[in-house]
Nanobody, 123 residues
Framework: EVQLVESGGGLVQPGGSLRLSCATSGFTFADYDMSWVRQAPGKALEWVSSIHTGGGSTYYTNAVKGRFTTSRDNAKNTLYLQMNSLQPEDTAVYYC????????????????WGQGTQVTVSS
């Protein structure tokens, strides 16, 4: 059974930091490009970041460039998203997803999708 389990979300003040994790199982994690996608309240899904299989190439939407860092540990089958300088507009449910197109924001574009973790940025 394929599982993608996000964790690390929570409530943080503006300017704060959070580190999300996505623990995976049931597929060969190292063989798949991985992505983070988020959905803010009342808004459509938004692609956030992607990382290639080896971790050498990462990509970010302009809104998070310079603030968010995606990484992976293929030995631990885990994807990470380090989020710094968080702003209220970063409030969303964050999903990790496997094997989709660069910039893809729809669940149907990915082979595997997690259940999401809530990030709330508020004072």
């Amino acid at each position: 059974e394929v599982q993608l389990v996000e964790s690390g979300g929570g409530l943080v003040q503006p300017g704060g930091s959070l580190r999300l994790s996505c623990a995976t199982s049931g597929f060969t994690f190292a063989d798949y490009d991985m992505s983070w996608v988020r959905q803010a309240p009342g808004k459509a899904l938004e692609w956030v970041s992607s990382i290639h299989t080896g971790g050498g190439s990462t990509y970010y939407t302009n809104a998070v460039k310079g603030r968010f860092t995606t990484s992976r540990d293929n030995a631990k089958n885990t994807l990470y998203l380090q989020m710094n300088s968080l702003q209220p507009e970063d409030t969303a449910v964050y999903y990790c997803a496997a094997d989709g197109p660069l910039g893809g924001s729809q669940r149907s574009e990915y082979n595997y999708w997690g259940q999401g973790t809530q990030v709330t940025v508020s004072s």
